[in-house]
């Protein structure tokens, strides 16, 4: 980037941001702020918290997004004037300070940028998230509790509220299954390409004679239903078990059967919830699970019938979408955007973005080209 002008570069940066405004239309964003801000006034507000509850995320989402697209503007115009000053005073440590922040602003502009890319019919939806341990026996069962881990560790650093539903742990050591939601607006828009089978290559810490191991786990990314979605379920359709919570180890958590499980028996779908001690709010919580997993269901046939009418493949988010190797070398590289890095310690510790951003990108070039 050296041989490009700075004001070129700055001019370039400031038409994009532009863009982005007009995308997401900030006196539209301002308006729903300011309906928001007075129904979170209302007296009345937390007489029903689940309601609540996403009224003020959804505020607090709208008013951080607008502060960010604001601030950029604001960063852009001080760099112009960083850049002037730093050749009128031919000041070298200035112009060093100026250049890292012109990178800084490359970088933040092109990830509000991919926010932009997010308008699939169900992607401003929250996100459920079930993560499952493939082949790989003891390792996989640690694998799956280690994407857990690193799934809860990005929403932690992106100040996303989470809950996990359900956890269902392995004899020996991690998770069989975990159900959680990331409770944020465009949470789904934003992790749906993590969908797929994560497979990890290391040295076993559960082999005596330190052999390398492979394993797999599944990540499954759904849209928490809401309101206005259509979905019937038959109660003569469902099975519904009730059993005692357990811990690590087998150790149980209640002392009463409250965790609830549901099948649904026309499809083979189940989930259940522990998390409640009331057997009928696990009982809920587990409905919602189902709900929207039955909607994901629906909207991929509907895809498919889609892809049939006009002749294409249908995209199969059932395979392997990401190596993580840790051993004889250390890298992670996603197998459809070819994104990589080479600390997977800072990835299992939650730094995904860079993974997010590049298959959002490639989401919407694969869909725009069918």
């Known amino acids: 980037m050296a041989d490009i002008d700075p004001a070129e570069e700055i001019s370039a940066l400031a038409g994009t941001l532009r863009s982005i405004q007009d995308v997401l239309d900030l006196d539209s964003m301002r308006k729903q702020i300011e309906e928001l801000e007075q129904q979170v006034a209302a007296p009345d507000l937390w007489d029903d918290p689940d309601q609540a509850q996403k009224v003020t995320s959804k505020l607090s989402h709208l008013q951080g997004e607008l502060n960010r697209v604001e601030a950029l503007g604001r960063r852009l115009d001080d760099l112009t004037v960083l850049f002037e000053l730093a050749a009128e005073e031919d000041d070298a440590d200035t112009r060093v300070e100026a250049d890292k922040e012109l990178a800084a602003l490359r970088s933040d502009i092109g990830a509000m940028e991919v926010r932009t890319l997010l308008s699939g019919e169900y992607d401003a939806r929250e996100a459920l998230v079930t ?84 394993s797999f786990a599944g990540v499954d990314i759904v849209p928490v239903v809401e309101q206005t979605d259509h979905i019937d379920i038959n109660e003569d359709d469902l099975r519904v078990d009730v059993y005692r919570s357990s811990g690590p180890g087998g150790q149980g958590v209640n002392t009463t059967d409250s965790a609830v499980r549901i099948t649904h028996i026309p499809t083979g779908i189940v989930v259940s919830c ?5 057997q009928l709010q696990n009982r809920a919580s587990a409905m919602n699970v189902l709900q929207a997993k039955l909607l994901e269901r629906k909207r991929q046939e509907e895809a498919e019938k889609m892809s049939e009418l006009r002749g294409a493949s249908t995209t ?21 955007t070819a994104h990589e890095a080479g600390n997977p310690t800072a990835v299992l510790d939650g730094d995904l973005d860079g993974f997010i951003e590049s298959e959002i990108r490639w989401m919407r070039r694969q869909e725009s080209a069918e």
């Open 131 to 214: 993560i499952n341990s493939q082949a790989g026996g003891v390792d996989a069962a640690d694998w799956a509790e280690m994407l857990l881990r690193m799934y809860l560790r990005w929403a932690e650093r992106k100040g996303y509220s989470t809950e996990v539903y359900d956890t269902s742990y392995a004899e020996e050591a991690g998770i069989k299954s975990a159900t959680f939601a990331v409770k944020a607006p465009y949470a789904y828009g934003t992790l749906r390409g993590e969908h797929g089978t994560h497979r990890l290559v290391r040295i076993s810490p559960f082999d005596n004679q330190g052999r390398r191991q492979t």
């Open 274 to 278: 522990q998390n409640e001690r009331s």
């Open 316 to 336: 199969s988010w059932g395979t392997q979408i990401r190596n993580y190797v840790l051993h004889p070398y250390q890298i992670v590289k996603d197998l459809r």
